[in-house]
């Protein structure tokens, strides 16, 4: 099992930056890939950003141009970059891995307009 805490969340105004970070602990061999999710209350958990163990990434397209996944493996852990930030990335941001595991707590972003 992986167990995972995300750090990095804060209030912003539109057009700052974030940087997120998802340490990774346990059975970390077993990972084949990790992202990042949001969700906004009442609504589903969306994949926002994922990255492959060969680096190979995927956006969502909203985000495309403005975050950017990275992982560094000697540190099991994941970040994701956000610059120039929307309103519409407030939400509780978690990372997650493949083969999926527990969810870890989450960490808030808020952008403020």
């Known amino acids: 099992q992986v167990q995972l805490v995300e750090s990095g969340g804060g209030v912003v105004q539109a057009g700052g930056s974030l940087r997120l970070s998802c340490v990774a602990s346990g059975s970390t061999s077993r990972i084949i890939a990790m992202g990042w999710y949001r969700q906004t209350p009442g609504k589903q958990r969306d994949l926002v950003a994922n990255?492959?163990?060969?680096?190979?990434?995927n956006y969502l397209d909203s985000v495309k141009g403005r975050f950017t996944i990275s992982r560094d493996v000697t540190k099991n852990t994941l970040y994701l970059q956000m610059n120039n930030l929307k309103p519409e990335d407030t939400a509780v941001y978690y990372c997650?891995?493949?083969?999926?595991?527990?969810w870890g707590q989450g960490t808030q972003v808020t952008v403020s307009a």
């Open positions: 990255i492959a163990r060969s680096g190979t990434t």
């Open positions: 997650n891995t493949r083969p999926y595991t527990d």
